[in-house]
């Protein structure tokens, strides 16, 4: 009689093609090796869009640097700890590219009395407690802020409105690398 064929994955009634598909699959994997497949520092770049799925990132760009990938996939725990908590905007936006970025919230009406700057902020009369903006520091393209639109669905608390993405502070230089396309605007994109 024959040897029945073994692999302790398989069950001990398998049969000789389960055994033979066991065998051509063997795979040597060793407890270090999965240790740095499941950390964001250490993963091969190849694995990294993987390892973002399972930890749930909710926003994943390939054109990203390797640094800015592994920075999001290492935060992603950490902001859905926070989620839909104002920190968890800044760490969103932080990982993602975006550190300086500031978050308005809570909009109150304001008499005209020369002591606020009108610049679509503030509103006359009333406040709106649930509106937000957030003021970003540098050029943003319309590509862009599409992203940092879906960063802030993923991210910020759902009764919350976000009023517009305001990069004005960020001069709109004629220098050849803001090309008048299409792809920028001219400082606020209202949503």
């Not at 066991?22 to 190849?46: F, I, Y």
């Not at 809570?106 to 957030?134: C, E, K, M, T």
């Not at 669905?153 to 008048?180: E, M, Q, W, Y």
């Given at each position: ?29 060793h407890?270090e090796?999965l240790r ?5 520092k250490?993963?091969p770049v190849s ?8 930890l749930?990132?909710?926003e ?6 390797t640094?800015v ?16 908590s104002v920190a ?8 993602a ?11 109150h ?8 700057i ?10 709106q ?5 957030v003021?970003?520091?540098?050029l943003?393209?319309?590509?862009q802020a599409a ?16 009023h517009?993405l305001?990069f004005r502070?960020?001069s ?10 299409g792809?920028?605007t001219?400082g606020?994109?209202?949503?």
């Amino acid at each position: 009689m024959s040897e029945p064929l073994y692999d302790p994955l398989l069950p001990p009634n398998q049969k000789p093609i389960e055994a033979a598909a066991g065998l051509s699959m063997v795979a040597d994997l060793h407890p270090e090796a999965l240790r740095q497949l499941w950390n964001p520092k250490t993963c091969p770049v190849s694995l990294l869009p993987w390892l973002a799925w399972a930890l749930s990132v909710n926003e994943w760009d390939d054109s990203w640097q390797t640094s800015v990938k592994r920075q999001v996939i290492t935060e992603s725990v950490a902001i859905h700890r926070q989620k839909g908590s104002v920190a968890s905007i800044h760490r969103a936006l932080a990982a993602a590219g975006y550190p300086y970025a500031r978050v308005d919230e809570q909009r109150h009406g304001h008499r005209r009395n020369g002591s606020i700057i009108r610049d679509a902020w503030p509103l006359h009369g009333g406040s709106q407690p649930f509106v937000y903006r957030v003021v970003l520091n540098g050029l943003i393209s319309i590509r862009q802020a599409a992203q940092i639109r879906r960063i802030l669905v993923n991210t910020a608390p759902a009764r919350c409105r976000l009023h517009s993405l305001d990069f004005r502070g960020a001069s709109f230089l004629h220098n050849k690398f803001a090309i008048r396309d299409g792809s920028y605007t001219r400082g606020v994109i209202h949503v």
